[in-house]
Protein backbone atom coordinates (compact mmCIF):
# COMPACT_ATOMS: atom_id res chain seq x y z
CA UNK A 1 0.00 0.00 0.00
CA UNK A 2 1.26 3.49 -0.51
CA UNK A 3 2.25 5.73 2.09
CA UNK A 4 -0.48 7.51 3.84
CA UNK A 5 1.41 10.88 3.21
CA UNK A 6 0.36 10.22 -0.57
CA UNK A 7 -3.21 10.11 0.14
CA UNK A 8 -3.92 14.07 -0.83
CA UNK A 9 -2.97 12.70 -4.28
CA UNK A 10 -6.24 10.42 -4.17
CA UNK A 11 -10.20 10.78 -4.59
CA UNK A 12 -11.82 12.97 -1.60
CA UNK A 13 -15.36 11.73 -0.67
CA UNK A 14 -17.87 14.92 0.68
CA UNK A 15 -21.40 14.26 2.73
CA UNK A 16 -24.57 14.63 0.81
CA UNK A 17 -25.39 16.89 4.32
CA UNK A 18 -22.13 19.26 3.80
CA UNK A 19 -21.65 19.03 7.49
CA UNK A 20 -18.30 16.75 7.75
CA UNK A 21 -15.03 17.30 6.46
CA UNK A 22 -13.96 15.33 3.26
CA UNK A 23 -13.09 12.12 3.64
CA UNK A 24 -10.41 9.45 2.21
CA UNK A 25 -11.68 6.13 0.67
CA UNK A 26 -10.19 4.13 3.57
CA UNK A 27 -12.40 6.43 6.02
CA UNK A 28 -15.60 5.88 3.62
CA UNK A 29 -15.20 2.26 4.00
CA UNK A 30 -15.10 1.73 7.01
CA UNK A 31 -17.16 4.51 8.86
CA UNK A 32 -20.29 4.15 5.95
CA UNK A 33 -22.49 6.45 6.90
CA UNK A 34 -21.33 10.30 6.91
CA UNK A 35 -20.66 11.33 10.43
CA UNK A 36 -23.93 14.36 9.99
CA UNK A 37 -26.40 11.42 8.71
CA UNK A 38 -25.42 12.11 4.85
CA UNK A 39 -24.26 9.63 1.97
CA UNK A 40 -20.62 10.05 0.87
CA UNK A 41 -20.19 10.94 -2.59
CA UNK A 42 -16.66 11.63 -4.60
CA UNK A 43 -15.84 15.27 -4.44
CA UNK A 44 -15.46 14.73 -8.52
CA UNK A 45 -16.08 12.23 -10.53
CA UNK A 46 -13.18 10.55 -12.21
CA UNK A 47 -14.17 10.96 -16.15
CA UNK A 48 -13.21 7.99 -18.64
CA UNK A 49 -13.24 8.49 -22.83
CA UNK A 50 -15.17 6.40 -25.06
CA UNK A 51 -11.98 4.95 -26.02
CA UNK A 52 -11.12 3.83 -22.49
CA UNK A 53 -14.45 2.63 -22.34
CA UNK A 54 -14.81 0.85 -25.51
CA UNK A 55 -11.33 -1.23 -24.63
CA UNK A 56 -12.83 -2.67 -21.45
CA UNK A 57 -14.77 -5.01 -24.25
CA UNK A 58 -13.73 -8.42 -24.02
CA UNK A 59 -11.29 -8.04 -21.21
CA UNK A 60 -11.33 -10.06 -17.66
CA UNK A 61 -14.27 -9.02 -15.28
CA UNK A 62 -11.27 -8.40 -12.49
CA UNK A 63 -9.28 -5.93 -15.24
CA UNK A 64 -12.32 -3.65 -15.67
CA UNK A 65 -12.94 -3.65 -12.00
CA UNK A 66 -9.81 -2.65 -11.32
CA UNK A 67 -9.11 0.15 -13.78
CA UNK A 68 -12.41 1.54 -12.53
CA UNK A 69 -12.16 1.26 -8.63
CA UNK A 70 -8.14 2.38 -8.88
CA UNK A 71 -10.03 5.73 -10.43
CA UNK A 72 -12.50 5.81 -6.87
CA UNK A 73 -10.76 3.82 -4.16
CA UNK A 74 -7.52 4.67 -5.36
CA UNK A 75 -6.56 5.95 -1.90
CA UNK A 76 -6.79 1.88 -0.51
CA UNK A 77 -3.90 1.03 -2.90
CA UNK A 78 -3.14 -0.52 -5.85
CA UNK A 79 -1.72 -3.76 -4.14
CA UNK A 80 -4.33 -3.92 -2.17
CA UNK A 81 -7.30 -3.43 -4.87
CA UNK A 82 -5.56 -6.04 -7.40
CA UNK A 83 -5.17 -8.44 -4.59
CA UNK A 84 -8.60 -8.03 -3.07
CA UNK A 85 -10.27 -7.40 -6.36
CA UNK A 86 -8.76 -11.25 -8.15
CA UNK A 87 -9.37 -12.61 -4.50
CA UNK A 88 -13.61 -11.36 -4.53
CA UNK A 89 -14.50 -12.87 -7.79
CA UNK A 90 -12.12 -15.85 -7.74
CA UNK A 91 -15.57 -17.98 -6.25
CA UNK A 92 -18.42 -17.47 -8.80
CA UNK A 93 -20.20 -19.75 -10.72
CA UNK A 94 -20.03 -17.52 -13.89
CA UNK A 95 -15.99 -16.89 -15.63
CA UNK A 96 -17.57 -13.32 -16.63
CA UNK A 97 -18.96 -12.70 -13.28
CA UNK A 98 -22.03 -10.97 -14.81
CA UNK A 99 -22.83 -12.42 -18.11
CA UNK A 100 -24.87 -10.52 -20.61
CA UNK A 101 -27.16 -12.56 -22.42
CA UNK A 102 -29.41 -11.87 -25.14
CA UNK A 103 -33.40 -12.80 -24.77
CA UNK A 104 -34.10 -11.18 -28.24
CA UNK A 105 -34.38 -9.00 -30.54
CA UNK A 106 -32.89 -6.28 -29.23
CA UNK A 107 -33.00 -7.48 -25.26
CA UNK A 108 -30.40 -8.67 -22.93
CA UNK A 109 -30.35 -10.13 -19.45
CA UNK A 110 -27.42 -9.36 -17.46
CA UNK A 111 -26.92 -11.62 -15.01
CA UNK A 112 -25.55 -11.17 -11.62
CA UNK A 113 -26.41 -13.90 -9.22
CA UNK A 114 -23.31 -16.29 -10.27
CA UNK A 115 -21.73 -15.33 -6.62
CA UNK A 116 -21.63 -17.53 -3.23
CA UNK A 117 -25.24 -16.58 -2.48
CA UNK A 118 -26.94 -16.16 -5.92
CA UNK A 119 -27.54 -12.71 -5.57
CA UNK A 120 -26.34 -9.57 -7.26
CA UNK A 121 -24.91 -7.87 -3.71
CA UNK A 122 -22.50 -11.18 -4.34
CA UNK A 123 -20.42 -8.27 -6.78
CA UNK A 124 -20.27 -5.76 -4.18
CA UNK A 125 -20.11 -7.63 -0.88
CA UNK A 126 -17.71 -9.91 -1.48
CA UNK A 127 -14.67 -7.48 -2.34
CA UNK A 128 -16.38 -4.31 0.42
CA UNK A 129 -15.86 -7.68 3.02
CA UNK A 130 -12.17 -8.15 2.12
CA UNK A 131 -11.54 -4.65 1.49
CA UNK A 132 -13.01 -3.79 5.24
CA UNK A 133 -11.26 -6.54 6.80
CA UNK A 134 -7.71 -5.33 5.78
CA UNK A 135 -8.48 -2.05 6.69
CA UNK A 136 -9.81 -2.77 9.98
CA UNK A 137 -6.20 -5.38 10.19
CA UNK A 138 -3.95 -2.40 9.23
CA UNK A 139 -5.49 0.26 11.77
CA UNK A 140 -5.71 -2.79 14.42
CA UNK A 141 -9.29 -2.34 15.34
CA UNK A 142 -12.17 -4.06 15.26
CA UNK A 143 -15.99 -3.18 14.11
CA UNK A 144 -19.54 -3.67 14.62
CA UNK A 145 -21.11 -4.19 10.88
CA UNK A 146 -24.93 -3.23 11.05
CA UNK A 147 -26.98 -4.52 8.07
CA UNK A 148 -30.78 -3.70 7.52
CA UNK A 149 -31.80 -6.17 5.06
CA UNK A 150 -34.78 -6.44 2.64
CA UNK A 151 -33.17 -10.39 2.38
CA UNK A 152 -30.17 -10.42 -0.03
CA UNK A 153 -27.78 -7.90 1.59
CA UNK A 154 -27.81 -9.94 4.59
CA UNK A 155 -26.99 -13.26 3.40
CA UNK A 156 -24.42 -12.17 0.79
CA UNK A 157 -22.62 -9.97 3.64
CA UNK A 158 -22.83 -12.99 5.84
CA UNK A 159 -20.93 -14.85 3.18
CA UNK A 160 -18.54 -12.12 2.90
CA UNK A 161 -17.83 -11.30 6.84
CA UNK A 162 -19.08 -14.54 8.50
CA UNK A 163 -15.91 -15.69 10.84
CA UNK A 164 -13.68 -13.00 9.94
CA UNK A 165 -11.37 -11.83 12.71
CA UNK A 166 -12.34 -8.14 14.25
CA UNK A 167 -15.73 -7.83 12.89
CA UNK A 168 -18.93 -8.50 14.61
CA UNK A 169 -21.87 -8.37 12.03
CA UNK A 170 -25.53 -7.72 13.37
CA UNK A 171 -28.52 -8.58 10.50
CA UNK A 172 -31.43 -7.24 10.66
CA UNK A 173 -34.27 -8.52 8.94
CA UNK A 174 -38.18 -7.90 9.11
CA UNK A 175 -39.88 -11.05 10.09
CA UNK A 176 -42.09 -13.25 7.77
CA UNK A 177 -41.20 -10.34 4.91
CA UNK A 178 -38.61 -12.16 2.95
CA UNK A 179 -38.40 -15.86 0.92
CA UNK A 180 -37.22 -19.28 3.13
CA UNK A 181 -34.24 -19.57 1.15
CA UNK A 182 -33.19 -15.55 1.99
CA UNK A 183 -33.85 -16.68 5.43
CA UNK A 184 -32.09 -19.98 5.64
CA UNK A 185 -29.10 -18.37 4.06
CA UNK A 186 -28.80 -15.94 7.09
CA UNK A 187 -29.86 -18.21 9.98
CA UNK A 188 -28.26 -21.30 9.37
CA UNK A 189 -24.57 -19.93 9.18
CA UNK A 190 -22.15 -21.22 12.04
CA UNK A 191 -19.67 -18.15 12.34
CA UNK A 192 -19.32 -17.18 15.69
CA UNK A 193 -19.44 -13.42 14.95
CA UNK A 194 -22.97 -13.34 13.44
CA UNK A 195 -26.09 -12.32 14.61
CA UNK A 196 -29.07 -12.22 12.94
CA UNK A 197 -32.36 -10.28 14.48
CA UNK A 198 -35.99 -11.26 13.01
CA UNK A 199 -37.18 -7.67 13.48
CA UNK A 200 -40.93 -7.57 14.16
CA UNK A 201 -41.65 -4.53 11.56
CA UNK A 202 -40.80 -4.03 7.88
CA UNK A 203 -37.71 -3.25 6.09
CA UNK A 204 -37.95 0.46 6.31
CA UNK A 205 -38.37 -0.25 10.28
CA UNK A 206 -35.03 -2.60 10.17
CA UNK A 207 -33.28 0.71 8.49
CA UNK A 208 -34.47 3.50 10.50
CA UNK A 209 -33.04 1.60 13.82
CA UNK A 210 -29.48 1.31 11.70
CA UNK A 211 -29.49 4.84 10.66
CA UNK A 212 -30.41 5.76 14.48
CA UNK A 213 -27.88 3.78 15.76
CA UNK A 214 -25.33 5.69 13.61
CA UNK A 215 -27.09 8.83 14.99
CA UNK A 216 -26.23 7.40 18.46
CA UNK A 217 -22.56 9.22 18.28
CA UNK A 218 -21.31 7.45 21.56
CA UNK A 219 -22.49 4.40 20.88
CA UNK A 220 -21.26 4.52 17.71
CA UNK A 221 -18.13 5.40 18.21
CA UNK A 222 -17.33 2.67 21.04
CA UNK A 223 -18.80 -0.13 18.59
CA UNK A 224 -16.99 1.42 15.57
CA UNK A 225 -20.18 1.49 13.89
CA UNK A 226 -20.26 0.88 9.81
CA UNK A 227 -22.63 -0.12 7.48
CA UNK A 228 -22.33 -2.82 4.53
CA UNK A 229 -25.20 -1.99 3.37
CA UNK A 230 -25.85 0.17 -0.12
CA UNK A 231 -25.08 3.30 2.16
CA UNK A 232 -21.94 2.47 1.78
CA UNK A 233 -20.40 4.44 -0.73
CA UNK A 234 -17.63 0.94 -1.49
CA UNK A 235 -20.93 -0.85 -2.90
CA UNK A 236 -22.03 1.89 -5.21
CA UNK A 237 -18.74 1.82 -7.12
CA UNK A 238 -18.09 -1.94 -6.90
CA UNK A 239 -21.74 -2.19 -8.76
CA UNK A 240 -20.62 0.17 -11.02
CA UNK A 241 -18.53 -1.73 -12.86
CA UNK A 242 -21.16 -4.07 -14.43
CA UNK A 243 -22.66 -1.33 -16.13
CA UNK A 244 -19.44 -0.62 -17.61
CA UNK A 245 -18.52 -4.04 -18.66
CA UNK A 246 -22.10 -4.71 -20.27
CA UNK A 247 -22.05 -1.62 -22.36
CA UNK A 248 -18.51 -2.01 -23.60
CA UNK A 249 -19.65 -5.39 -24.65
CA UNK A 250 -22.64 -4.02 -26.93
CA UNK A 251 -20.62 -1.10 -28.20
CA UNK A 252 -23.78 1.35 -28.10
CA UNK A 253 -25.41 2.91 -25.46
CA UNK A 254 -28.81 1.47 -23.88
CA UNK A 255 -31.16 1.48 -21.86
CA UNK A 256 -30.89 0.08 -18.28
CA UNK A 257 -34.04 -1.37 -16.56
CA UNK A 258 -32.94 -2.15 -12.87
CA UNK A 259 -35.48 -3.37 -10.30
CA UNK A 260 -35.36 -1.15 -7.50
CA UNK A 261 -35.87 -0.78 -3.74
CA UNK A 262 -33.16 1.01 -2.06
CA UNK A 263 -32.23 2.81 -4.99
CA UNK A 264 -28.41 1.69 -4.92
CA UNK A 265 -28.23 -0.46 -7.87
CA UNK A 266 -29.81 2.06 -10.20
CA UNK A 267 -27.58 4.35 -8.47
CA UNK A 268 -24.77 2.67 -9.38
CA UNK A 269 -25.80 3.27 -13.01
CA UNK A 270 -25.88 6.92 -12.31
CA UNK A 271 -22.33 7.13 -11.18
CA UNK A 272 -21.37 5.26 -14.36
CA UNK A 273 -22.72 7.69 -16.62
CA UNK A 274 -21.76 10.69 -14.08
CA UNK A 275 -17.90 9.09 -15.11
CA UNK A 276 -18.50 8.98 -19.06
CA UNK A 277 -20.22 5.87 -20.14
CA UNK A 278 -22.86 6.20 -22.83
CA UNK A 279 -26.26 5.13 -21.67
CA UNK A 280 -29.90 6.12 -23.13
CA UNK A 281 -32.05 5.75 -20.05
CA UNK A 282 -32.48 4.59 -16.89
CA UNK A 283 -35.38 2.77 -15.59
CA UNK A 284 -36.62 2.45 -12.39
CA UNK A 285 -38.76 -0.99 -11.92
CA UNK A 286 -40.39 -1.10 -8.71
CA UNK A 287 -43.04 -3.61 -6.95
CA UNK A 288 -46.10 -1.91 -5.67
CA UNK A 289 -44.16 -0.07 -3.16
CA UNK A 290 -44.29 2.56 -5.68
CA UNK A 291 -42.62 5.60 -3.67
CA UNK A 292 -40.34 5.90 -7.08
CA UNK A 293 -42.67 5.69 -9.54
CA UNK A 294 -45.05 8.37 -7.67
CA UNK A 295 -41.75 10.72 -7.27
CA UNK A 296 -41.21 10.53 -11.14
CA UNK A 297 -45.10 10.51 -12.09
CA UNK A 298 -45.73 13.58 -9.42
CA UNK A 299 -42.64 15.35 -8.13
CA UNK A 300 -43.78 14.18 -4.51
CA UNK A 301 -41.68 12.38 -2.97
CA UNK A 302 -43.96 10.52 -0.22
CA UNK A 303 -43.76 7.22 1.83
CA UNK A 304 -46.55 5.18 2.43
CA UNK A 305 -46.81 2.01 4.33
CA UNK A 306 -44.69 -0.87 3.08
CA UNK A 307 -46.45 -3.96 1.95
CA UNK A 308 -45.36 -7.70 1.49
CA UNK A 309 -44.91 -8.41 -2.34
CA UNK A 310 -43.40 -11.91 -4.33
CA UNK A 311 -40.64 -9.67 -4.96
CA UNK A 312 -39.86 -9.33 -1.16
CA UNK A 313 -36.14 -7.32 -1.36
CA UNK A 314 -37.95 -4.48 -3.13
CA UNK A 315 -40.19 -4.33 -0.21
CA UNK A 316 -39.37 -0.83 0.38
CA UNK A 317 -40.98 2.56 1.23
CA UNK A 318 -37.74 4.73 1.85
CA UNK A 319 -34.94 4.62 -0.80
CA UNK A 320 -31.98 5.82 1.11
CA UNK A 321 -29.77 5.73 -2.23
CA UNK A 322 -31.97 8.39 -3.76
CA UNK A 323 -30.78 10.98 -1.12
CA UNK A 324 -27.69 10.81 -3.56
CA UNK A 325 -29.21 11.22 -6.78
CA UNK A 326 -30.99 14.42 -5.03
CA UNK A 327 -27.95 15.66 -4.06
CA UNK A 328 -27.02 15.55 -7.69
CA UNK A 329 -30.21 16.71 -9.19
CA UNK A 330 -29.63 20.06 -6.58
CA UNK A 331 -26.52 20.63 -8.42
CA UNK A 332 -24.52 19.43 -5.16
CA UNK A 333 -26.05 22.19 -2.63
CA UNK A 334 -25.43 20.21 0.52
CA UNK A 335 -27.72 22.74 2.65
CA UNK A 336 -30.46 22.55 -0.10
CA UNK A 337 -30.52 18.13 0.11
CA UNK A 338 -29.93 18.85 3.83
CA UNK A 339 -33.15 20.98 4.39
CA UNK A 340 -35.26 18.76 1.90
CA UNK A 341 -33.91 15.64 4.10
CA UNK A 342 -34.55 17.01 7.33
CA UNK A 343 -38.25 18.19 6.20
CA UNK A 344 -38.61 14.65 5.07
CA UNK A 345 -37.46 13.22 8.00
CA UNK A 346 -40.35 14.79 9.66
CA UNK A 347 -43.07 14.72 7.40
CA UNK A 348 -42.35 11.68 5.30
CA UNK A 349 -43.32 13.68 2.21
CA UNK A 350 -40.99 16.07 0.17
CA UNK A 351 -42.34 18.19 -2.97
CA UNK A 352 -39.22 18.35 -5.45
CA UNK A 353 -38.75 21.77 -7.30
CA UNK A 354 -39.41 21.86 -10.76
CA UNK A 355 -35.91 22.08 -11.97
CA UNK A 356 -34.39 19.34 -9.49
CA UNK A 357 -37.62 16.83 -10.71
CA UNK A 358 -36.55 18.06 -14.45
CA UNK A 359 -33.02 16.85 -13.63
CA UNK A 360 -34.24 13.22 -12.77
CA UNK A 361 -36.28 12.94 -15.23
CA UNK A 362 -33.40 13.74 -17.76
CA UNK A 363 -32.25 10.43 -16.72
CA UNK A 364 -34.89 8.07 -14.86
CA UNK A 365 -38.19 6.76 -15.67
CA UNK A 366 -40.25 4.72 -13.28
CA UNK A 367 -42.56 1.82 -13.71
CA UNK A 368 -44.45 -0.03 -11.04
CA UNK A 369 -45.55 -3.33 -11.25
CA UNK A 370 -48.10 -5.61 -9.94
CA UNK A 371 -47.66 -8.84 -8.39
CA UNK A 372 -50.02 -10.05 -11.11
CA UNK A 373 -47.82 -8.60 -13.77
CA UNK A 374 -44.70 -10.32 -12.09
CA UNK A 375 -45.80 -13.40 -12.76
CA UNK A 376 -47.35 -12.84 -15.84
CA UNK A 377 -43.85 -12.01 -17.10
CA UNK A 378 -42.16 -15.19 -15.52
CA UNK A 379 -44.41 -17.31 -16.92
CA UNK A 380 -44.61 -15.83 -20.68
CA UNK A 381 -40.47 -15.39 -20.54
CA UNK A 382 -40.36 -19.00 -19.51
CA UNK A 383 -42.82 -19.47 -22.26
CA UNK A 384 -40.52 -18.20 -24.50
CA UNK A 385 -37.32 -19.21 -23.29
CA UNK A 386 -37.50 -21.92 -21.43
CA UNK A 387 -35.61 -20.15 -18.69
CA UNK A 388 -37.09 -19.49 -14.90
CA UNK A 389 -36.09 -15.79 -13.92
CA UNK A 390 -36.99 -14.73 -9.79
CA UNK A 391 -39.58 -12.13 -9.08
CA UNK A 392 -37.68 -9.11 -9.34
CA UNK A 393 -35.95 -9.79 -12.66
CA UNK A 394 -39.50 -10.25 -13.65
CA UNK A 395 -40.93 -7.00 -12.30
CA UNK A 396 -37.51 -5.48 -14.10
CA UNK A 397 -39.02 -7.54 -17.34
CA UNK A 398 -42.22 -6.66 -16.64
CA UNK A 399 -41.33 -2.66 -16.73
CA UNK A 400 -38.63 -3.37 -19.84
CA UNK A 401 -42.45 -4.28 -22.23
CA UNK A 402 -43.51 -0.60 -21.36
CA UNK A 403 -40.59 1.03 -22.69
CA UNK A 404 -39.64 2.16 -26.30
CA UNK A 405 -36.04 2.24 -26.64
CA UNK A 406 -33.54 2.84 -29.80
CA UNK A 407 -31.23 0.92 -28.62
CA UNK A 408 -30.25 -2.57 -26.49
CA UNK A 409 -32.25 -2.90 -24.09
CA UNK A 410 -30.53 -4.21 -20.72
CA UNK A 411 -32.75 -5.95 -18.01
CA UNK A 412 -30.84 -6.59 -14.76
CA UNK A 413 -31.62 -10.18 -13.13
CA UNK A 414 -30.63 -9.40 -9.51
CA UNK A 415 -31.38 -13.41 -8.29
CA UNK A 416 -31.59 -16.84 -9.00
CA UNK A 417 -34.86 -18.23 -9.47
CA UNK A 418 -34.19 -21.07 -6.87
CA UNK A 419 -34.52 -18.55 -3.89
CA UNK A 420 -37.79 -18.00 -4.85
CA UNK A 421 -39.60 -20.90 -5.19
CA UNK A 422 -43.15 -20.72 -4.25
CA UNK A 423 -43.67 -17.60 -6.77
CA UNK A 424 -41.94 -19.28 -9.35
CA UNK A 425 -43.88 -22.00 -9.17
CA UNK A 426 -46.98 -20.29 -8.80
CA UNK A 427 -46.32 -18.46 -12.09
CA UNK A 428 -44.99 -21.82 -14.14
CA UNK A 429 -46.08 -24.67 -12.19
CA UNK A 430 -42.03 -25.34 -12.13
CA UNK A 431 -39.84 -26.06 -9.39
CA UNK A 432 -36.19 -24.19 -9.90
CA UNK A 433 -33.81 -26.89 -9.55
CA UNK A 434 -31.44 -26.03 -5.94
CA UNK A 435 -28.50 -25.28 -6.90
CA UNK A 436 -25.59 -27.06 -5.18
CA UNK A 437 -24.97 -23.90 -2.95
CA UNK A 438 -28.40 -23.91 -1.45
CA UNK A 439 -28.75 -27.45 -1.09
CA UNK A 440 -27.52 -27.68 2.81
CA UNK A 441 -29.61 -24.57 3.91
CA UNK A 442 -32.01 -26.99 4.17
CA UNK A 443 -30.13 -29.39 6.73
CA UNK A 444 -28.65 -26.53 9.07
CA UNK A 445 -30.17 -25.32 12.06
CA UNK A 446 -31.55 -21.59 12.34
CA UNK A 447 -30.05 -19.45 14.89
CA UNK A 448 -32.45 -16.19 15.19
CA UNK A 449 -33.64 -13.61 17.50
CA UNK A 450 -37.12 -12.29 16.66
CA UNK A 451 -37.03 -9.19 18.77
CA UNK A 452 -39.72 -5.87 18.69
CA UNK A 453 -39.54 -3.37 16.66
CA UNK A 454 -37.61 -1.40 19.63
CA UNK A 455 -34.30 0.86 18.77
CA UNK A 456 -33.57 0.54 22.78
CA UNK A 457 -33.73 -3.86 22.86
CA UNK A 458 -31.77 -3.53 19.37
CA UNK A 459 -28.69 -1.45 21.07
CA UNK A 460 -28.94 -3.34 23.94
CA UNK A 461 -28.70 -6.73 22.09
CA UNK A 462 -25.89 -5.54 20.16
CA UNK A 463 -23.92 -4.30 23.07
CA UNK A 464 -24.13 -7.16 25.43
CA UNK A 465 -22.93 -9.60 22.76
CA UNK A 466 -20.12 -7.08 21.91
CA UNK A 467 -18.98 -5.99 25.53
CA UNK A 468 -18.95 -2.41 24.48
CA UNK A 469 -21.10 0.20 25.63
Same mark, same amino acid.
Given at each position: ?????????????????????????????????????????????????????????????????????????????????????????????????????????????????????????????????????????????????????? +? @???? &??? !???? =? #????? $?? %????????????????????????????????????????????????????????????????????????????????????????????? +? @???? &??? !???? =? #????? $?? %??????????????????????????????????????????????????????????????????????????????????????????????????????????????????????????????????????????????????????????????????????????????????????????
Amino acid at each position: MKARRHMAEYLKYVSTRGRAPAQDSEEVLISGLAPDGGLFLPEAWPQLSRAQIAAFKGKPYAEVARALLGQLLGGLGEETLDSEIAKAYRNFDAPEVAPLRQISEGRFLLELFHGPTLAFKDIALQLLGRLLARALQRRGQRATVLAATS +G @DTGS &AAI !AALG =G #LEGID $LF %VLHPQGRVSEVQRRQMTTTRHHNVHNIALEGSFDDAQAIVKALFADREFAAAQNLTAVNSINFVRIAAQAVYYFTATAELGVAPTFVVPTGNF +G @DVFA &AES !AMRM =G #LPVER $LV %VATNANDILARTFATGTYAAGRAQPTLSPSMDIQVASNFERALFEAMERDAHRCRTAMEQFAQSRSLTLAPEVLERLRARYDAVSVSDAKTLAAIARHYERTGQLIDPHTAVALAAADEQVAEGPLVVLATAHPAKFPDAVRKATGQIPPLPERLRALYEGEERQTVMANDLNLVREFIAARTGAV
